[in-house]
């Protein structure tokens, strides 16, 4: 293979890569529905949870969360945003699963689950609406893209972890300080800056995804009264 | 700091800077990295992990402690949770971390380098003046000002500039004065010379021409021609007597142009003055003279009392002087102080022997380093340039007149009125000090008195 084929073929293998890395495509795909009251419904979701990188999380005590987000552009051109979200957190000392599913209507679903089998059997047969009631979408072929990001934990532990971590430092400075110690020269005129430190370090607690996946697919949505189609 | 040398150190500081930071990164890398790695150790979240286990097998054991366990487990299990969130978030932990450390360090280091950079121009703003300064001097300028007043080595040199530009002013003061005192006394020599013959051969005729009219009146005659001698006798001795008057005019022309060189003797200035002012203190009536501590003329020195220990100051103010003539300067001073007081409302009867107002004339002696001790600046001295002996001679009288003061010190120059003096004394006495190396000069006149400050070298011998 001469250079410049090598060349021709550079931006081809780099926007490849850069798609692998954003979002591992699986085989399967969910299956999107309009409900009764026409809200977007995701169903059958590809099971994700015996993903390599995501099975070790469901069991370490911390709450997984699984974000769902979805954009959609209906045949009328209309560009529609909605998504769901799913905890899931192993209770080590009653040794379940308790998970939590929350849809794009407001409501929620909970369920306590015994073991990884009955929690992988709920999560296929999980129906999640996506895009709130109000949304209705135009009849026609509507593009769908469904994102979903794997969180190892919750917003809660994330800001309970940030404070604790805040009120570790303080809590060593207040007992430096009851303990009579002066503080060196150094530390005193640094102390101004210290608090700007312990706050950097404080909010690096960060909630990056695990792993993120991504599926597209067309809803063939019927007039009115008729049901809707997916075409993968 | 537009010069190669400035661009060359700041590009030096620059990479200083750099290798610093790059030092303080790989550092702070391997500390916080360590740091960390103790925190979520992977044993330690195994043996949390092992803590949990146990908790839920000793609630199972021991039914009646469950709640207690449970507790316990909720603890851990809450500590195990935060330390997994830590170790997942461990790259922007550190990270952070780092950056902010590194932030840190970097401003601080910027500050430094700032500071450095800022005390450089400083440095050089300085050296310039000094450049400035020095080069002024070596054009002849003199009374050159550096405005330096640090301690440091270019405030030490600035110092020094200032010391040597003030001496080559005084010197060129002095010279000055000296060059105007000698054509004066040039001048007055002249009019001496010129004067004294006539003089002397008008005195002679006269003398003779008395002596005649004196002879021819004891022989008798009529009583017109006696009168007439008698009146011709009296016009004689009224001429003689201002002959004699102009006599002594030239006497004073003559004392003036031939002022003798002084004959320098190394002595104890402060027993000197004691001594005068035990001997001349009857000498005028009006004054009293005090040759004791007095308050501190204004000068960086602390004030030596006439006559006190040695242990208490730095010794004895010494000095190389003429005792005569040093004597003629206070005799004059003293002379001008009782005259400005008999002039003064009230003061003539003091003067004649009265009890009405009597002055005081106090004499202070005060060690100074060279350079004047009015003039001194307290900071910028040179420890190591000759010493100066100041002895201040002040009244209490009425002051001098503003309108004299430009020109106090030259000959022919008084306050008197005419025939009672020809205003010789000051010019006579600062040219004696002239002629000792040193000075004399009026440090401060007001109604409340005069101060004249007597100036003589102290650290070496005078070079007249």
């Known amino acids: 293979m001469t250079a410049r084929a090598l060349l021709a073929l550079a931006p081809a293998l780099a926007a490849a890569a850069a798609l692998a890395r954003a979002a591992p495509l699986l085989a399967e795909r969910p299956v999107f529905e309009l409900g009764a009251d026409g809200v977007l419904v995701m169903a059958a979701v590809p099971d994700v949870l015996s993903n390599a990188e995501v099975k070790p999380r469901l ?45 794009a209507d407001g409501r929620q679903r909970r369920d306590s689950l015994p073991s990884l089998d009955r929690l992988v059997a709920w999560w296929r047969e999980l129906k999640l609406p996506v895009l709130a009631p109000g949304n209705r979408l135009a009849a026609g072929a509507c593009r769908l893209v469904l994102a ?85 | 700091m537009s010069s190669p040398r400035s661009a060359a150190a700041l590009v030096t500081l620059a990479v200083l800077l750099a290798a610093a930071l790059l030092l303080f990164e790989v550092c702070a890398r391997q500390l916080t990295g360590a740091w960390f790695t103790f925190g979520v150790h992977p044993e330690v979240l195994r043996q949390l992990e092992l803590s949990l286990a146990d908790q839920k097998r000793l609630a199972g054991l021991d ?80 009374d050159v000002e550096v405005g330096e007043r640090r301690r440091d080595l270019i405030g030490r040199v600035g110092a020094m500039v200032e010391e040597t530009s003030r001496a080559m002013a005084r ?17 007055a020599r002249r009019q001496a010379h010129e004067m004294r013959t006539p003089l002397t051969a008008a005195r002679l005729d006269l003398g003779r021409l008395h002596g005649l009219l004196g002879e021819d ?27 004699d008057r102009l006599g002594r005019f030239t006497q004073a ?4 142009a031939r002022l003798p060189k002084p004959r320098l003797c190394r002595d104890d200035l402060g027993a000197f003055v004691a001594e005068f002012a035990a001997t001349f203190g009857s000498a005028w009536p009006n004054l009293v003279l005090l040759a004791a501590a007095a308050p501190a003329a204004p000068g960086p020195g602390p004030p030596l009392p006439v006559g006190a220990p ?39 009867a003091a003067a004649n022997g009265g009890a009405a107002v009597r002055g005081t004339v106090t004499f202070t002696l005060t060690l100074t380093p060279d350079g004047g001790a009015g003039r001194a600046a307290a900071g910028g001295q040179d420890r190591t340039s000759p010493s100066v002996v100041a002895l201040e001679v002040a009244d209490d009288g009425p002051g001098i007149p503003a309108s004299v003061l430009p020109r106090l010190f030259e ?44 100036l003589l070298p102290s650290g070496r011998e005078a070079s007249p």
């Open chain 1, 59 to 103: 069991t370490s005590g911390l709450t997984t969360s699984f974000v769902f987000e979805i954009s959609a552009t209906d045949a009328g051109g209309r560009k529609l945003r909605g998504g769901g979200l799913v905890e899931i957190r192993y209770e080590l000392w009653d040794e379940v699963f308790l998970v939590t599913a929350t849809g």
């Open chain 1, 148 to 232: 979903l990001s794997v969180l190892p934990f919750s917003r809660a532990e994330q800001s309970e972890t940030q404070s604790w971590l805040s009120r570790s430092v303080a809590d060593e400075r207040a007992a430096a300080a009851r303990a009579g110690e002066t503080p060196s020269p150094a530390a005193a005129a640094a102390a101004p800056l210290s608090g700007v430190l312990d706050l950097l370090v404080s909010t690096s607690i960060k909630r990056r995804s695990v792993v993120d996946f991504e599926w597209r697919s067309v809803l063939r949505v019927r007039p009115a009264g008729a049901d809707a189609e997916r075409r993968p």
């Open chain 2, 63 to 142: 039914p009646a402690g469950a709640a207690r366990y449970r507790g316990r487990f909720t603890a851990v299990e809450s500590l195990l949770g935060r330390l997994r969130i830590l170790e997942y978030n461990r790259d922007e932990v550190v990270g952070r971390y780092q950056a902010a450390l590194l932030i840190l360090f970097g401003a601080l280091a910027a500050a430094a380098a700032g500071a450095y950079l800022a005390a450089k121009v400083r440095q050089q703003g300085r050296l310039d003046r000094l450049r400035g300064a020095l080069a002024r001097l070596s054009a002849g300028e003199v």
């Open chain 2, 171 to 187: 010197d060129r003061r002095r010279l000055a004065s000296l060059e105007n005192l000698a054509a004066w006394q040039e001048a």
């Open chain 2, 217 to 243: 009146g004891g022989g008798g005659g009529d009583g017109g021609d006696g009168g007439r001698r008698r009146e011709s006798r009296q016009l004689a001795e009224s001429v003689l007597e201002e002959l």
């Open chain 2, 253 to 256: 022309f003559t004392s003036f």
């Open chain 2, 310 to 348: 040695p242990a208490a100051h730095r010794g004895p103010p010494r000095s190389s002087f003429d005792r005569d003539l040093l004597r003629q300067v206070l005799v004059n001073l003293c002379d001008n102080s009782s005259q400005a007081l008999a002039a003064a409302p009230g003061g003539e």
């Open chain 2, 411 to 454: 000959p022919y120059v008084t306050t008197r009125r005419l025939g009672e003096g020809m205003g010789l004394g000051l010019a006579i006495s600062r040219k004696i000090l002239l002629d000792h190396g040193g000075d004399l000069e009026l440090a401060r006149t007001s109604a409340a008195g005069s101060v004249f400050r007597l």
